[in-house]
């Protein structure tokens, strides 16, 4: 199915062999809506674990994001994605605001993968947000809590401005 220099696709659906997102929608409440994926391999068993950050359908303003963690205990050539909820779940508790956008990098060259998320901070003041987790716990085990101070100028990452956040 290709090659590096002229890669291939093949699309596969829901309900056809290999496809290992048919859980995914299942464990996610209807009332969340902009599913945005990521992949880290947050356990460091050599596989690349899914999160999901989404967006709260809300009516009247407001809203939030949340983030889903879906643990690959599969293969890495035959992912099967188990949603991870509770105390097995290193997001357990960490709120995002909206349009939750999440990607992972070792920020401070500790070994561990940090947690950084993207969004809508929806008020008045229109902002957009950035949050920091950082991972304190190990590479295997991760626990993320609130960030530092990263960031010295963090209004120069918004085109309106952007609200630092480092809150767990």
């Known amino acids: 199915m290709g090659t590096k220099s002229k890669p291939g696709f ?19 409440p209807f009332e969340k809506r902009a599913y945005v994926p990521a992949f880290a391999d ?23 994001g949340e983030m889903y963690f879906f643990r690959n205990v599969g293969q890495h050539s035959s992912p099967n994605f188990l949603h991870e909820t509770g105390s097995t779940n290193p997001f357990d508790g960490i709120r995002t605001e909206r349009y939750a956008h999440p990607t992972f990098v070792d920020i401070d060259a500790d070994g561990d993968m940090d947690l950084f998320v993207g969004g809508y901070y929806d008020n008045s003041t229109d902002y957009y947000l950035l ?14 809590v609130n960030g530092s101070t990263l960031f010295s100028n963090p209004s120069a990452l918004g085109r309106r401005g952007c609200k630092q956040s480092f809150q767990k």
């Open 10 to 28: 093949l699309e596969r659906k829901s309900g056809q062999p290999k496809y290992p997102f048919d859980n995914i929608s299942s464990a996610i």
């Open 131 to 144: 949050q920091y987790f950082k991972n304190t716990g190990t590479a295997s085990n991760p626990v993320y």
């Open 42 to 64: 947050i356990d460091n068993d050599g596989d690349l674990d899914l999160f999901i950050g989404t967006d709260e359908e809300a009516k009247y303003g407001g809203g939030y």
